[in-house]
């Protein structure tokens, strides 16, 4: 396994200083928009999208058949894809959240430091549920159909919630007891995020299993 995800790193490592400055950006135009969550935004939903350039390589050179020449399992290909989602994500919202305390310190930026943590656990568990949903599409359907897929995953749920906040009333006892409880609330949603992400690991892994490369 530490193999596999020493080549997932190397793979993404040459798109190193291309995110650098696009880091730069997007740290310059939160500043000016005096906000933090936009950073933390933009940089997580940029990098999560490395993933998806890492299977576009695989495919493109022929990295299955080979990795399924050496003595790895395909699970743990498979796996490999999970843990290094979730590392790049949690990376991209670690950096971004560091920057964004930091430009707090001499912006009067609007988001408190609650606001800035509850927006990395918002974002974190959101990636998490996006790789949920693609990757067994990916393994499924191939790269280029599921990045059309990909728009509809993210838009999908978005106008959903919208429409939801928009017309149909939250329960007041609902949102005092997330206010009441947040880190119990952030700690929930995340294990449910978890829990949604391995059941659709072990879908990718059945999928993979009946794939003939």
Known sequence: MT???????????????????????????????????????MLSMSLGMLTFTGITYDKMYGWDKLALTMPVSRSGIVLSK??????????????SSVIGIVIKQFVPVEEGMSDILMVAVVLFGALLLIYAVILPIIYK?????????????IAIPIVFITII??????PTGFIEFINSHVV????????????????????????YNQKEF
Do not use: N, W
């Open 3 to 41: 193999g596999l995800l020493y080549k997932e790193f190397y793979t993404l490592k040459r798109y190193l200083k291309q995110y650098s400055t696009i880091l730069i950006m997007f740290t310059l135009i939160s500043v000016y928009m005096k906000s933090v969550i936009y950073l933390q935004s």
């Open 82 to 95: 999970y843990i290094m989602s979730a590392l790049v994500s949690a990376s991209a919202l670690i950096v």
């Open 141 to 153: 359907f191939g790269v280029e159909k599921a990045r059309i897929m990909m728009f509809g995953v």
């Open 165 to 170: 906040v928009r017309y149909i009333p939250v």
């Open 184 to 207: 119990l609330t952030g700690l929930i949603y995340l294990l449910i995020c978890i829990l949604i992400d391995v059941i659709s690991y072990f879908i990718s892994v059945h999928i």
